[in-house]
Every structure is written in C-alpha cells, then in structure tokens.
C-alpha cells in the first residue's frame, strides 16, 4: 500500500495515485471545484479516505479544505488542510487508511472563518458509496488511547506540564462518554522512584470527574529507578493490576481484558527488563507464550483483538518504519525482539498500539501495516511532551516542551468502535479538537455486533444491598466501613440515610483512594456521580460500590500495608501459621504515603498460607505488635482498627 511520504514542512504530502477511481465534484452555488480521486487497495469501500483532494476555480490564497454535514463543517474538527492555491488550483493528498469521519457527508473549501455550506468556495458531495453508513452516535464503544503521560512531581524540563496535561486528557474523555481509557506506557516519569509519581497520577485521577475504568500497559519509564521486580510490583500496585474488577485475569504485571458489551479482547504487555529498550531482550519468554496463549483463545472467533505494548520496533511499522528518527526502539537483532515480530505477521487482523517515541501526530507516522505483511499498527504520541522532527540532525527533538507556547500540546486518539469499522481519531487533548489527518479506519473483526457468550464464572461471595444484616454491620469494624443503618425489609430509608452516606462515601474518595484498587475507587466515583430516581435506589447503589471499595483478588491472596511512622529503613513482615512461615521475614514494598505523608508499604500475602504477621525493623531490634489475618464469611474483615495516631497500622483487603 502505498505510504505518507515524510516532510517536517508539511502536515501531510503528495502521494502518487495507484489504481485511482475518480469522482466528479459537485458544486453547489460556489464558483470553485473540488474533485476527489480515490486510490489505493481500499480505493472501493465506504469510509476510506486515500486518494488526492483537486481544489480549482478559486482565488489565489489560503484555503481550507472541511469535512461537513449539510449544514456546516463538522464541529469539533481541525481543518482537514490549509492549502496554498496558486493559478486558481491546489492539491492535497490523504495516505493510507485515512478515514472519511462517520458524520461527513460534504467535503467544502472555505477561505475565511465562515464554515457554512452555503458560502463555501467550493463544495463536493461524498459519493453514496465512500460515505460510512452510520453516525458517530452509533458506536458500539469508544475508549481513548493515550501514551506517554509521564507524570513527573518534580516538573522537570519536558514535563512541567504533564499534570495539566494529564487532567485535560481525563477531561477529554468525560467529553467523549468514553467507555474506558487505555495507555500505552510510561505512565510516570519516574526520576526518583514510582511511588510519589503514581500516588500524584491517582491523585490526579480521583480529583478529575472521569469515573469509568483505565488500564495501562507499563513502558520503559516505569524501570527507569529500582531493579525490575520492583518497578514492576509498584507498577502493578498502583494501577488496575490489584486485582479488584473481575475483568483483569491474570496476577503479572502484563493482563488482558475483556471489553463486556462486544467480548473485544484488549492485551496488556510490559518491558520487563530495560529503560533502553535497544539495548537488550525486553519480553520473557513466560510473556510471549502468554501472549501466544492469549491470541490462540481468541484470535479469528467474531473479536476485535487491540495489544497494548510501549516500545515501537526499529524500521518496523507505525511510528518509525523506515525513517529511524527515535535513537532507543526495540531492535530486530534481540531473540524477544524477532519472537515479537513473528507473533504480531502471524496475526494480521491484530491492532498493535504503542508509543514511547511521543511523535506528533502531524508528521503521519501513526498508521502502517507494513505494506500488508504485518498487523495493523497504531503509533500513539504523547499526552504530556509530543515531539518534533528536527530535520538538521535527523532526530526528534523535545525542546517544544520548555517553552509556554507548547503549554497546549497533548494528543491522543479518541477511538470508535462500529459494526464494521473501528476508526482512530487524533486529537488535541487541550482543547478536545480532533485533527483529520491524522485519523485512521480499519475493518472490525465482528461480522455483526453480537454479544459474545462468555463461559459464566460464580460469583465470589459479596456484602450486597440485597442482604445485608445487623451482623454484617457488625463485622465492619473501620470506620469507614459503617453504613448509616443496613438495607431490609424492615428499614426504611430515608433522605437521611442517604446523605449520611453519600457524605462517608465522598469522605472515602476524598482520603482513601491511594489506598485500594482504582477499579473499585473509580466505581464508587461513578456511584457518588450518578443520579438516581428515589432514595431507595441510590442508598443501594451507593452502598454496593461503598462496601466493595475494598476488593478481593485471586485464591486468597490480600494486599497488607505498613505505615512507617517509625522510620524504619528496610521495614519487613514476618508471616506464619501453625504450619508454615517465612522465616526471617520479607522486604515491603514502597508504595506510597499516607495523607500525613507517612512512607506507605505493602506486601501481597496468600491467606490461606499465614494468620499472623509482625512487622520489623529489617531484623528484630524493633517490632511492631503480632497481628491476625482472618477473614469472616468471605466477606471484608479489618484487622487492627485503623488507628492514624498509632506507631503501626495495618488494613487488610481482598478477601475471598
């Protein structure tokens, strides 16, 4: 197929037409004419966009071509190009999987603010064939796909603005209704060690109205500082990986998950071992047979199958398949490396989103299939610091980041996912602006958009309004934990209740969400959001997702936490039962802080194995009291009520 030929001058350039089908212009009342030659191997179906623009007939000058409906061009778009029209003519070239949007139905010339049909120097009629047969509402889902946020607490050079940036991308998606976002890696910067970065990037998170879920795929900042195991382990404590949604399956640090309404498979892959990726093998071989695994499930079976993975590959695809502008990819000559490439030309229907270049979207590096010899291949650029071509040195340069000008410079993807088509649209996160360069079509997978039957798993026994008792209360010892009165047959709730408990439950979000999974963080955001038509129904709404703010996990296994009020240096826990022990006890993990500014650790332990813990100082100068691990009826049960003016607390959640 043929490729977008690169220029740092040019937001996009001519491509020579192959195979073209040309449509006559149709001109309303403007003088102009714009005609349209399809071309390239999609040149006959309904959507795609390759093929050259003909602007003539118009005044010497800037001109900007527009998608538009009837009416006007479409609202929330960039231009689809600014021309230069000399002799009365000009010419712009869209490249390969370039999209014509779901709403167009026009395509207008305009040479002033005045984007109205009616007054357009020229217009063209989308032929009946090449238009999408649906509107941007009729998406089946849409999620955003954002790369490269990089929180960074110290607002070093580059990402000074990366929180700003970070909370205009969350903004963006409550504008979109976005199902879900997923990222495709350096989530943090990382320049001192992750927890104070991934506690600012939750914190960001809980203050943002967003409310539904986010995965992210780990790049190669998170193993900037620490070993791997590590930055791994704060990676997968600080996002989704703790387990409490239902829909991650798997306990490492790579997972997949399964979109619910269409049974859509989104793969989440890591760098395990090195900040520079060219450097060595960055995938074990446990992961790529996981990975194979995965694929082999679902792979050809009415799915759309989206891999999420950081590093982009050498000369290889989206983001640098020839040009090799980005010093640090992942290199062809590394075992993992060519495994990689292997799986991905094994599974052309596949669509394989990355990043870690943060290329801006302008230079049309973002789509390639490798002429058809590989999968479909999605190339992110950043949220918090997009690049640009420096064409002297043949590099990408970050110096735009430092100045003020670049303040509104953050891009990623707003995807809808239809019947037949999935289509990648760029955008300007900043202000929530689409560029139509820079948006991408490929076919979907699902032959028709049909609940796929999952196998039915039961349920983990859950405290739910439907049967919650005085004992159950009862249980719930923390305070936080305490609903104003239980949901039976004999209470009554009134509006009080209800206020009482929407206050503990903002109360929650407020203090504790660093504390557990997101997934349950953010689904108790939704429940505090939403509006409900009578108190009964949003006491019990509230309730569910107040209750569960703790989530379980997997065959036993809860996270326990430390608050290193002592100052201790290499805190450890010792664990044991009657049966079994560690010995001398295990290192915790950094985590975090409390919101005293506490060190925070954590350590995930296996239930069924220990019942006491201690935590030590690194040997046994110094010890903290001996605490059970017990759980009651499946349910929460808080060891050591969380006192905040004790030397040690623990809290124990996820129980089965």
Same mark, same amino acid.
């Given at each position: ?38 071309? $390239? +191997? ?33 609202? $929330? ?27 167009? #139905? ?85 320049? +001192?060690?992750?927890? +104070? ?91 790529? @047979?996981?990975? /194979?695994?995965?694929?082999?499930? !679902? ?15 050498? @000369? ?18 590394? @075992? ?66 430092? +100045? ?62 439907? !049967? ?21 047959? /004999? ?18 979000? #407020? ?20 509006? !409900? ?35 201790? @240096?290499?805190?450890? #826990? ?22 005293? $500014? ?46 905040? /003016? ?11």
């Amino acid at each position: 197929m043929n490729k977008l030929t690169r220029a740092a001058a040019a937001a996009m350039c001519a491509l020579t037409a192959v195979s073209a089908i040309t449509f006559a212009p149709v001109t309303a009342s403007a003088a102009g004419r714009l005609s349209y030659s399809f071309s $390239g +191997e999609e040149k006959d179906k309904a959507g795609y966009a390759e093929g050259t623009i003909t602007l003539s007939g118009v005044p010497d000058g800037q001109c900007k071509l527009c998608w538009a409906d009837d009416k006007c061009a479409l609202k $929330g778009f960039y231009e689809l190009a600014q021309v230069e029209v000399s002799g009365g003519s000009a010419s712009f070239t869209l490249g390969d999987h370039t999209v014509i949007p779901a709403d167009a #139905v026009k395509l207008i010339a305009v040479s002033g603010d005045d984007t109205a049909v009616s007054s357009a120097e020229a217009v063209y009629d989308i032929p009946e064939s090449k238009r999408l047969k649906y509107k941007s509402s009729d998406a089946n889902y849409t999620f955003m796909d954002y790369s490269d946020i990089h929180i960074d607490k110290a607002a070093r050079p580059f990402y000074q603005f990366s929180d700003l940036h970070f909370e205009k991308a969350l903004k963006a998606a409550v504008n979109r209704g976005a199902d879900f976002i997923v990222t495709a890696g350096d989530n943090i910067n990382n320049g +001192e060690g992750p927890g +104070e970065e991934f506690d600012r990037y939750r914190e960001i998170l809980a203050d943002s109205d967003y409310a539904n879920p986010i995965y992210e795929a780990s790049g190669n900042h998170e193993l900037r500082v620490g070993t791997p195991e590590e930055a791994l382990s704060a990676f997968a404590n600080a996002t989704g990986l703790d387990g409490s949604s239902g829909d991650v399956t798997g306990k490492k640090p790579y997972y997949f998950v399964e979109e619910k309404k269409s049974g859509d498979i989104f793969i989440f892959m890591v760098l395990e071992y090195l900040f520079s990726p060219n450097e060595g093998d960055e995938f074990s071989d446990e992961q790529l @047979k996981w990975f /194979e695994g995965v694929l082999d499930e !679902y792979y050809g079976k009415n799915r759309n199958i989206y891999l999420i993975e950081h590093a982009l590959i050498d @000369k290889y695809g989206a983001g640098d398949d020839k040009d090799s502008y980005y010093s640090v990819p992942l290199l062809p000559k590394h @075992k993992s490396t060519r495994k990689f490439i292997k799986i991905l030309e094994a599974h052309p229907d596949l669509i394989w989103i990355s990043g870690h270049t943060h290329i801006a979207l302008k230079y049309g590096y973002n789509y390639s299939d490798n002429n058809g010899q590989s999968c479909h291949m999605i190339h992110d650029s950043s949220v918090s610091c997009p690049t640009i071509l420096n064409m002297n040195s043949h590099s990408l340069s970050y110096n735009a980041a430092k +100045e003020e000008e670049y303040k509104d410079f953050s891009e990623g993807y707003w995807v809808q996912v239809f019947d037949d088509a999935i289509i990648f649209n760029g955008e300007n996160l900043y202000y929530d602006k689409i560029y139509p360069s820079a948006c991408y079509i490929m076919e979907s997978c699902r032959s028709t958009f049909v609940r796929v039957p999952r196998e039915e798993k039961p349920e983990t026994a859950k405290i739910t309004p439907d !049967y919650i008792t005085n004992r159950d209360i009862a249980t719930l010892a923390h305070q936080y934990l305490t609903l104003p009165k239980s949901v039976s047959d /004999e209470c009554k709730i009134t509006s009080d209740d209800v206020a009482a408990l929407r206050e503990r439950a903002e109360k929650l979000l #407020v203090t504790l969400y660093s504390y557990s999974s997101y997934d349950c963080y953010q689904a108790l955001k939704k429940a505090v959001k939403s509006e !409900y038509s009578d108190d009964a129904e949003e006491y019990a709404a509230l309730s569910k997702a107040y209750l569960s703010f703790y989530p379980y996990t997997y065959e036993g296994e809860i996270n326990i936490y430390f608050a290193n009020t002592m100052g201790w @240096k290499h805190p450890r #826990v010792k664990l044991w039962s009657a049966k079994d022990s560690n010995g001398n006890g295990e290192k915790l993990i950094r985590s975090g802080q409390t919101e005293n $500014g506490t060190p925070l650790y954590t350590l995930r332990v296996n239930s069924r194995r220990y019942n006491q813990l201690q935590f030590t100082d690194g040997g046994d100068t110094e010890v903290s009291d001996i605490h059970g691990i017990s759980g009651v009826d499946n349910k929460l049960y808080t060891i050591n009520t969380m006192d905040r /003016e004790a030397p040690y607390y623990v809290f124990v959640e996820d129980y089965k």
